[in-house]
């Protein structure tokens, strides 16, 4: 029973509940302007697996594929960034996803009909040529940022699944430049290990440096489409403050100096805070599904 436990833990690791939050940020969306949706029990079925399933879907098959990196990583071994996984117990990881993701994509495809079928096909889809040869997206920037624009999938399967209404195409803009600004955060951490075991990325291919710059301009565009599609003064003030920080870390904090794993570890718990607080406020406000341009 110990040793369920202890598998049970470490698979709960590999899906990384501190990097649970783009894909409930992503799910919640669509219900910024629904009443008492709370009370629908297939909500509560989509929201939970938006959390571990999926996730143990996109990262178990990224570890499965990253022994080395990951095994050189000081931020690895946690439940925020992740498991450190020993090659015996990635072995069983895809036969874990498969028995993890399968129940769900009959049960989805039973509610929600064949264009439910198609649309989770299609996310393992990515998940595959993301992470397995001969495509292997990851590892050939910038398109590992790129297809980034995956996570979307899921406010559509939202969507699908809750009967909702189909969202604005600046919503669809907006969710996938996020999603393009969380993983660079990702890649900007992982410079050291990702060159130690020679995986390239965008970001150690441009350093540093140039990619907290390449993530700035990103935040800056997010914050002024924010304020000009949406009239989200909150929302694009919040964004506009954090590219001013990273802004200042780049030309004055640390400049091209890595974080330390105490660093990155309050980064990881601030950036959960923050997701918290703008769900709270998208829902509240549901501005960011009436653009107003």
């Given at each position: 029973m110990i040793t369920f436990y202890r598998k049970l833990l470490q698979d709960l690791k590999i899906s990384r509940p501190g990097l649970w939050f783009p894909t409930i940020w992503i799910y919640l969306v669509p219900f910024a302007l629904q009443d008492d949706f709370w009370k629908n029990w297939v909500f509560w079925l989509g929201l939970f697996f938006v959390t571990f399933p999926l996730n143990y879907l996109v990262y178990g098959l990224n570890d499965y594929n990253?022994?080395?990196s990951d095994s050189v990583n000081q931020r690895k071994g946690n439940y925020l960034f992740g498991a450190k996984s020993s090659q015996?117990?990635?072995?069983?990881v895809p036969k874990k996803v498969i028995l993890i993701i399968l129940p769900f994509v009959a049960l989805f495809t039973f509610l929600s009909g064949i264009e439910m079928f198609l649309l989770l096909f299609f996310m393992i889809i990515v998940n595959v040529v993301y992470n397995f040869k001969p495509f292997r997206i990851k590892e050939r920037p910038p398109l590992e940022i790129l297809i980034q624009i995956g996570y979307v999938i899921t406010a559509i399967f939202s969507v699908k699944l809750n009967n909702l209404p189909e969202l604005p195409w600046q919503t669809f803009v907006y969710l996938s430049l996020f999603a393009f600004q969380a993983h660079i955060a990702g890649e900007i951490m992982d410079i050291e290990p990702d060159k130690q075991s020679?995986?390239?990325?965008t970001a150690t291919i441009l350093g540093r440096k140039k990619t907290k710059i390449l993530m700035f301009l990103l935040?800056?565009?997010e914050s002024f489409l924010l304020f000009y599609w949406f009239q989200d003064i909150v929302l694009s003030t919040f964004l506009g403050i954090f590219s001013v920080w990273l802004?200042?870390?780049v030309l004055f904090f640390f400049?091209?100096?890595s974080y330390t794993l105490s660093q990155m570890k309050f980064?990881?718990?601030a950036i959960n805070l923050s997701a918290i607080l703008s769900m709270i406020w998208v829902l509240y406000s549901g501005k960011i599904?009436?653009?107003?341009?």
């Open positions: 990253d022994y080395y015996n117990q990635l072995a069983s020679g995986k390239k990325t935040l800056v565009i802004l200042l870390d400049k091209d100096k980064f990881g718990y599904l009436q653009p107003v341009f």
